[in-house]
């Protein structure tokens, strides 16, 4: 089991793309480390180099206080499980699982007991002989899983390893292994672009973006203090509603809507103390947008319903806010938002709003987070 | 299940078709069967018979128990397993390389063997005559499998360099993580996924070698002359001897059919190679 280190890691392909810059943070011993970030933002890299199948550029890479940038794979101690599992398609399970323990040497009892243990642990005892193009999705994941297990090394590297399953399974899968990381307590990178994944499994979870590092925290401060927009629309299912709003005094105007803000928010955010026509943009999280009718509040804003998917313990409402909506760069969330730009609720089920109303939404004004226009990043 | 009780319109003309082709294919070969198991004396009877009137192993017996052609066989089958071997040991390690890492370089030395692929032989031919001449390698064996071995070359890289492009390049990285070198990963993973690629490529590349027949012309003479050279000759050195001649060219295609019956489970695996991925 060992700790690992990155100091001021940059990658720089041979085609001269930077993809990776001044990549900083501390994995500890025993931890599970989720890298999440839209596709091509450099997991896959920094995962890769950690592992030693990708040369860094520059920077230090420590693995147990060692420094590792010029060790080869083989000398690192580490386990992989690929997204596509490379499951070596002409052995049997058993020698799939075994093959690592064969090269380190152990001794064929030795061997034996271990991969018994491995098959048994994940449940592939009845499946040993088989050769990989006989299983199923499900049963290749576990034999990946398997072989990286088996050797009992410092640490588990693993790219997407569920993205090629379907929905069930992927959530078993997702509490298997986070309970399998548990009990064998081995320090592990997992790497997704399921913001779900990261935040049910990891520790602590790495937000990445166009090759740089945005923030590393727990789940819950990410979800409840992101440090900039990108996390803030990234953790979170639906996404923070976020719009330009201008700020005087305790007065927030949002489009054509304007509430006052409690001193709460005040205390935490010095900087926002006596604005005045002060620009910042505003985010709301689904969750603190509520049917005044249901639920009254001092801060109400007013919009039209575009859209109302009652989802049976809560229902998704879409509305047409009238403030300028604000794009938090996420390019895989472009697709779900689409033209509309709406913002969504998440009302109670006893709610009777239909599409077409004016909708009276009582805003959970402390929740509120804050940005500044230009830099996007959090107010504190 | 249904569909195959009931012959379709089109599916006739698919088999019709499939039999006009297949019999332009074998209609040539079998005559060549069929002529070198006829007495010599009716082999060129006018007019012409497709089938032999008596059944006589006279050609046959000729062939076998001529000076020339027993030794020849000998000749064509070193060279031709020569080559084949030398070509791999040079093909395959070049072909993984330029295909796992992959740069410019590599690019362009696989498209530079094809090119080479282009020049025709007859203008290697002298060349290459004055090359072997000056190590001393005229009509020798080695020789003449060096020469084979440039031409047959290219031709491996490029059916090696395809089977290995659809190995996933993750296998090597597994590999690697899990204790080998780069090379253990060639040798222990990556190798046995390919045997069925290496099976084709060594039959393209004893076929290329087998069959040759202007470099073996050119740099061969007396000791070291190929078959097909020697089958040739029967239409020079004594007349025209159609009957010995087809009875040597029957025995001449045994090799090939029987080197490709052996392997055909590894050449059809080697084929279908994409189902190995999954
Ligand atoms: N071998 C390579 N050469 C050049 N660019 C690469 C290479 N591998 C990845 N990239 C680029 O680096 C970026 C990060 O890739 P990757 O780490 O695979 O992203 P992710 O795993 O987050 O989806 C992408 O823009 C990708 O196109
Ligand atoms: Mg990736």
Request: hydrophobic share 35%.
């Given at each position: 089991m060992a700790g690992i280190e990155l100091r001021n890691i940059n990658k720089i392909y041979g085609n001269s793309f930077h993809a990776l810059h001044d990549l900083s943070f501390d994995i500890k011993d025993g931890e599970f480390m989720v890298f999440v970030g839209p596709s091509g933002c450099g997991k896959s890299t920094a995962l890769r180099m950690i592992a030693g199948l990708e040369s860094i550029s520059s920077g230090e890479l420590k693995i147990d206080d060692r420094l590792?940038?010029?060790?080869d794979p083989k000398e690192r101690d580490i386990a992989m499980v690929f997204q596509s599992y490379a499951l070596y398609p002409h052995k049997t399970v058993r020698e799939n699982i075994a093959f690592p323990l064969l090269m380190a040497g152990l001794p064929k009892a030795e061997i034996d007991s271990r991969v018994n243990e491995a098959a048994r642990i994940l449940e592939l005892t009845t499946l040993l002989d088989r050769k990989p193009a006989l299983l199923s999705g499900g049963q290749r994941q576990r034999v990946a899983m398997g072989r990286a297990i088996v050797r009992k090394p410092a640490a588990f590297l693993m790219d997407?390893?569920?993205?090629?399953?379907?929905a069930k399974l992927r959530v078993q899968m997702r509490a298997e292994i986070a309970s399998l990381q548990r009990k064998l307590n081995v320090t592990t990178i997992y790497v997704t672009h399921d913001q779900v994944e990261a935040m049910t499994m990891g520790d602590r979870v790495a937000v990445m973006k166009g090759g740089v590092l945005q923030q590393v925290d727990t789940p819950q401060n990410l979800y409840k203090r992101p440090d900039n927009v990108f996390v803030a629309a990234f953790i979170g299912s639906p996404s923070m509603n976020l719009y330009e709003a201008v700020l005087n005094g305790r007065t927030l105007t949002l489009g054509s809507n304007s509430f006052e803000i409690p001193d709460r928010v005040f205390e935490g955010r010095?900087?926002?103390?006596?604005?005045?026509n002060r620009q910042v943009i505003v985010g709301i999280r689904p969750e603190h947008m509520n049917d005044a009718a249901i639920r009254p509040s001092s801060a109400e804003i007013s919009a039209p319903v575009t859209l109302v998917e009652a989802l049976g313990s809560e229902s998704m409402v879409h509305l047409n806010i009238d403030a300028s909506w604000v794009d938090?760069?996420?390019?895989?969330?472009v697709a779900d938002i689409g033209a509309e730009k709406a913002a969504v609720a998440r009302f109670s089920p006893k709610s009777t709003i239909r599409a077409g109303d004016i909708a009276r939404v009582a805003v959970d004004a402390e929740e509120l987070h804050f940005f500044e226009p230009d830099t996007r990043t959090s107010i504190r | 299940m249904h569909r195959v009780s009931r012959p379709s319109v089109s599916g006739i003309l698919i088999n019709a078709a499939a039999l006009v082709l297949v019999l332009s294919y074998a209609l040539p070969y079998i005559y060549l069967l069929m002529t070198s198991i006829k007495p010599a004396a009716d082999v060129?009877?006018?007019?012409?018979?497709?089938?032999?009137?008596v059944i006589s192993f006279e050609n046959f017996r000729e062939v076998l128990q001529s000076s020339t052609l027993p030794k020849a066989f000998i000749n064509s089958l070193t060279v031709a397993m020569l080559t084949t071997a030398l070509s791999l040991m040079v093909a395959v390690p070049a072909a993984y390389v330029a295909t796992q890492y992959r740069r410019r370089i590599t690019t362009f030395f696989l498209l530079f063997a094809l090119v080479t692929r282009m020049v025709p032989s007859v203008s290697l031919g002298v060349p290459l005559f004055q090359l072997l001449k000056s190590i001393g390698l005229l009509d020798t064996i080695p020789g003449l499998v060096l020469a084979h071995t440039s031409a047959a070359v290219p031709l491996a890289l490029l059916l090696m360099s395809a089977f290995f492009e659809g190995v996933p390049k993750e296998l090597e990285e597994a590999a690697r993580m899990d204790g080998c070198t780069r090379f253990q990963a060639f040798r222990k993973i990556i190798l046995p996924i390919i045997t069925g690629g290496i099976a084709v490529t060594a039959l393209f590349t004893f076929i290329t070698s087998w069959n040759e027949f202007l470099y073996a012309l050119l740099l061969t003479s007396e000791s070291t002359k190929t078959a097909p050279i020697v089958i040739a000759e029967y239409n020079s050195v004594y007349g025209l001897a159609w009957g010995a001649m087809t009875a040597a060219a029957v025995l001449y295609s045994l090799p090939v059919i029987i080197v490709t019956l052996a392997l055909q489970k590894q050449i059809v695996g080697g084929l279908t190679f994409g189902a190995v991925k999954g």
């Open positions: 590792v940038n010029d060790v997407e390893p569920l993205s090629n399953l379907d010095p900087s926002l103390n006596g604005a005045s938090a760069g996420d390019p895989d969330a | 060129q009877q006018i007019p012409p018979s497709f089938f032999p009137a």
